[in-house]
């Protein structure tokens, strides 16, 4: 405003000193010549700016006269603002990141419980999409009876546990609400699905140990019981034997029980070692003796054994896989049975311990569930022939801990073949 001023004021004296010259015409007219002249340049200024006003990321024009004064430091406020807003932009998105990398899914909602945001978690948990879902009312999204009765609550102080199925699959979310800033409310979501089975499997193994212990116990103390109770010379030296032969049988039960026990903790527990190279033709042949003499000549072998591959690995453990899947096919083939022991290389380069029976066979349903601990899918016959239920969850995670997996075979009444496949990294060839 100042220039201009001092541009109109330096108009007016040279109109001055000419008119005073050259007469009073000539200084009006140069005087409205240098109005009209500063028009035409503010004109063109004006224009310069409205050029600059519609791109404002780019610096102001310059040399248009008094505008300097107003639009540098306009420029220079939006430059300010520019940046700050970026970083709270950045801010925004380092914390949107964060939220997306929550392990437990996180859902903001509206006053009216309108799905506003969701992270990627929160979306696998309840099946959302944030494209669809959006703005529509989380009770038309979880349509379940305690999700509503715990929404609409006053207060939120301990978590639902809610059981929701997604994809055929059964899953177990603890969800809890929180209300935060003016009428907005977050919901944390978090799958504890493995906690659930964890405690199931835990609690289910308590049991199933308490059972398996408890029919030995309560045999030795009725057996201990009746000795107690009579007189040492009521019984005869054959039911002496009989149930002191009956109690030892009994304790030797339980004895296997917790072996297979400490076994299977410290398989679970301890890491895998890389181990040697292990002559697995001997580790078989030394089972097969084993086997033979368990059968007492009422089962046929026939063996097919590859003398040249080892396995790195532990030789114990394998021992007891090895040996464990022999017993079951002992246990479970009837007398004349035929069981075929296979020790061979694979086309891919890695080797397969197969045992196959003529025994009574697995039903369809059972066998997925054959590796679980204490599960029997014929009960009174593993009890009859000494088993522990716990032999084939050995083997289990000693093919885990040798990069091999456990194969099973069978065909209801016809028989069985269980394999143990190692990977090719695992097979050395002698």
Same mark, same amino acid.
Request: glycine content about 8%; some cysteine; proline content about 4%.
């Given at each position: 405003?100042?220039?201009?001023?001092?541009?109109?004021?330096?108009?007016?004296?040279?109109?001055?000193?000419?008119?005073?010259?050259?007469?009073?015409?000539?200084?009006?007219?140069?005087?409205?010549?240098?109005?009209?002249?500063?028009?035409?340049?503010?004109?063109?200024?004006?224009?310069?700016?409205?050029?600059?006003?519609?791109?404002?990321?780019?610096?102001?024009?310059?040399?248009?006269?008094?505008?300097?004064?107003?639009?540098?430091?306009?420029?220079?406020?939006?430059?300010?603002?520019?940046?700050?807003?970026?970083?709270?932009?950045?801010?925004?998105?380092?914390?949107?990141?964060?939220?997306?990398?929550?392990?437990?899914?996180?859902?903001?909602?509206?006053?009216?419980?309108?799905? &506003?945001?969701?992270?990627?978690?929160?979306?696998?948990?309840?099946?959302?999409?944030?494209?669809?879902?959006?703005?529509?009312?989380?009770?038309?999204?979880?349509?379940?009876?305690?999700?509503? &009765? %715990?929404?609409? &609550?006053?207060?939120?102080?301990?978590?639902?546990?809610?059981?929701?199925?997604?994809?055929?699959?059964?899953?177990?979310?603890?969800? &809890?609400?929180?209300? %935060?800033?003016?009428?907005?409310?977050?919901?944390?979501?978090?799958?504890?699905?493995?906690?659930?089975?964890?405690?199931?499997?835990?609690?289910?193994?308590?049991?199933?140990?308490?059972?398996?212990?408890?029919?030995?116990?309560?045999?030795?103390?009725?057996?201990?019981?009746?000795?107690?109770?009579?007189?040492?010379?009521?019984?005869?030296?054959?039911?002496?034997?009989?149930?002191?032969?009956?109690?030892?049988?009994?304790?030797?039960?339980?004895?296997?029980?917790?072996?297979?026990?400490?076994?299977?903790?410290?398989?679970?527990?301890?890491?895998?070692?890389?181990?040697?190279?292990?002559?697995?033709?001997?580790?078989?042949?030394?089972?097969?003796?084993?086997?033979?003499?368990?059968?007492?000549?009422?089962?046929?072998?026939?063996?097919?054994?590859?003398?040249?591959?080892?396995?790195?690995?532990?030789?114990?453990?394998?021992?007891?896989?090895?040996?464990?899947?022999?017993?079951?096919?002992?246990? %479970?083939?009837?007398?004349?049975?035929?069981?075929?022991?296979?020790? %061979?290389?694979?086309?891919?380069?890695?080797?397969?311990?197969?045992?196959?029976?003529?025994?009574?066979?697995?039903?369809?349903?059972?066998?997925?569930?054959?590796?679980?601990?204490?599960?029997?899918?014929?009960?009174?016959?593993?009890?009859?022939?000494?088993?522990?239920?716990?032999?084939?969850?050995?083997?289990?995670?000693?093919?885990?801990?040798?990069?091999?997996?456990?194969?099973?075979?069978?065909?209801?009444?016809?028989?069985?073949?269980?394999?143990?496949?190692?990977?090719?990294?695992?097979?050395?060839?002698?």
């Amino acid at each position: 405003m100042n220039k201009t001023l001092y541009s109109i004021a330096a108009w007016a004296i040279l109109a001055v000193l000419l008119g005073s010259w050259l007469g009073s015409s000539i200084g009006w007219a140069v005087f409205a010549l240098g109005l009209l002249l500063m028009v035409l340049i503010s004109g063109m200024q004006l224009q310069k700016i409205r050029g600059w006003v519609r791109d404002l990321h780019q610096p102001p024009p310059v040399s248009i006269g008094p505008w300097d004064e107003i639009l540098a430091p306009v420029y220079r406020q939006l430059k300010a603002d520019r940046e700050q807003i970026a970083s709270l932009n950045r801010g925004i998105e380092a914390i949107m990141l964060a939220a997306e990398a929550l392990p437990d899914g996180a859902i903001t909602l509206d006053e009216s419980m309108g799905l &506003q945001w969701c992270n990627q978690t929160a979306a696998e948990h309840l099946g959302l999409n944030i494209d669809t879902d959006l703005h529509h009312s989380i009770f038309n999204i979880l349509r379940a009876p305690e999700f509503t &009765q %715990y929404v609409n &609550q006053n207060k939120w102080d301990s978590p639902l546990l809610l059981h929701t199925e997604q994809g055929g699959l059964d899953k177990s979310l603890l969800i &809890q609400l929180s209300p %935060y800033g003016f009428g907005q409310f977050l919901m944390v979501t978090r799958d504890v699905t493995q906690v659930e089975k964890l405690e199931t499997t835990r609690k289910d193994f308590v049991a199933n140990v308490s059972h398996e212990l408890r029919t030995p116990l309560t045999v030795l103390f009725g057996f201990l019981e009746t000795l107690r109770e009579h007189p040492a010379d009521s019984f005869s030296v054959e039911q002496r034997e009989r149930y002191e032969q009956m109690m030892f049988e009994q304790a030797q039960h339980m004895q296997a029980i917790v072996a297979d026990l400490l076994t299977l903790s410290t398989l679970e527990s301890s890491p895998p070692t890389e181990g040697r190279p292990v002559r697995v033709s001997l580790i078989i042949q030394h089972a097969l003796e084993q086997a033979k003499a368990l059968s007492n000549g009422q089962h046929q072998f026939v063996e097919n054994i590859d003398p040249a591959l080892c396995i790195v690995g532990s030789e114990n453990e394998l021992t007891s896989a090895i040996s464990n899947l022999l017993t079951n096919a002992i246990r %479970y083939t009837p007398k004349d049975g035929t069981i075929t022991v296979s020790w %061979y290389s694979t086309e891919d380069g890695g080797a397969c311990y197969s045992v196959q029976d003529t025994g009574i066979g697995i039903a369809p349903q059972d066998i997925p569930r054959l590796t679980e601990r204490f599960y029997r899918a014929d009960k009174g016959r593993s009890r009859a022939t000494g088993g522990t239920g716990l032999g084939l969850a050995i083997t289990r995670h000693v093919a885990m801990r040798h990069n091999a997996e456990l194969l099973i075979q069978s065909q209801f009444g016809t028989g069985s073949m269980f394999t143990l496949r190692f990977a090719p990294l695992r097979v050395r060839t002698l």
